[in-house]
């Protein structure tokens, strides 16, 4: 089992920044990535950034956030976190921190983030 709790969500003018944070407890040991999703509302949800748990720790991201967010991870306290500066009104969305393994996936409640124009 493994749970995901997810924080730092909120309301910021476009062009502030807000840090995301997902916290992981359980067998998070299994999991080979971990990153962040958003859904809009009346879209699907999508990739914004992903982390392999290898030493290299590997980044993907989404197009539309490159240079704008960062993901990263403490390994220690078994967060990872999703920097997001330069925000736009085209990201307000629900966010949702992700754990995977092999033939699983973990998901949190997810946090909203509201950017207004």
């Known amino acids: 089992q493994v749970q995901l709790v997810e924080s730092g969500g909120g309301l910021v003018q476009a062009g502030g920044s807000l840090r995301l944070s997902c916290k992981a407890s359980g067998s998070i040991f299994r999991a080979n990535a971990m990153g962040w999703y958003r859904q809009a509302p009346g879209k699907q949800r999508e990739l914004v950034a992903t982390?392999?748990?290898?030493?290299?720790?590997?980044?993907n991201y989404a197009d539309s956030v490159k240079g704008r967010f960062t993901i990263s991870r403490d390994n220690a306290n078994y967060t990872v976190y999703l920097q997001m500066n330069s925000l736009k009104p085209e990201d307000t969305a629900v966010y949702y921190c992700?754990?995977?393994?092999?033939?699983?996936?973990?998901w949190g409640r997810g946090t909203q983030v509201t950017v207004s124009s």
């Open positions: 992700n754990l995977a393994g092999l033939g699983w996936s973990s």
């Open positions: 982390m392999s748990m290898s030493n290299r720790g590997t980044t």
